[in-house]
């Protein structure tokens, strides 16, 4: 049985990984900042499989504190992230900006940095990005460009750690119903449950798969969409949203 360190485990598609994986004997190490969550999976759980650390992944030194009670993990499954939306270009939100760069983006940095030493030889890294990155969408600047750089990120990672032989699982998932989609307001073709999105990572990472993208209606469209000519493209996608 493996050792899976989750982020973003209280909720959405992290919470439905850590069933997942703990349904499957596996033990899980579940990470997030809502306690009371974090009090609930454990009631629900055998406590000699799941153990929980409560820590903003913001903060370097309450992450670094959070990681040094971790001995060996063979996968880590870096989910937490946070979207929001840039409602004004002109008056571009940089705050925003900031935060949700260093929540998808930045944390996952110091995450590697404290994690990476820990993870098993033939372990293996899941960074779960976006399908945003497929085709850029109308107010996703601060969301999309978080989420692009993480694809670069897991790209370029993945050749420097294949000598370790650490996988690197790059994570596309299209609309799954969770808290972080409750609040959009437009629609969301093809959108799948949580508890799917895990079944669909859970299968991905165990085969291990380099990318995984779901649901395939959803992310080949966008990438056909990629395919058009730019102007096409974007007269499309502000359709499509508005
Ligand atoms: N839902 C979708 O349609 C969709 C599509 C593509 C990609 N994704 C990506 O999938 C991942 C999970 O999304 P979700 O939809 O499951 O969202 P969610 O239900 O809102 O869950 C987000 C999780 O991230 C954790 N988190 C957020 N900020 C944190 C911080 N500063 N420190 C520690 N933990 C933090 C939250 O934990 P606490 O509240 O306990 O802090 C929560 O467990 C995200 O990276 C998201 O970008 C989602």
Redesign the pocket.
Known sequence: MSKILI?????????ALVHKYLKQGHNVIA????TE??AQLTNHANSSQLSTLA????NTDDTEQAIAQVEQVDIIIL?????QYIDDAIGFDNKLFQHIIN??LI?IGHLLHFLLPKVSKHGQVVL?????TIVPLPRAEA?GAS?AGLDYLANSLRIDLAKNNIGVTLV??????????DKNTFD?PF?IT?EDAAKRIYAGVAARKSYLHFPKRFTYLLKLIAMLPNPLWQRLVARSIR
């Open positions: 982020t973003g485990a209280t909720s959405g598609i992290g919470e990470c997030g900042r809502n969550k974090l820590f903003d992944i913001t989910n937490a992230g946070d979207c929540t998808n944390a779960v990005s976006s399908s945003v969301y989420k596309h998932p299209g609309f799954v119903a969770t808290p972080l989609t969301m959108k949580s």
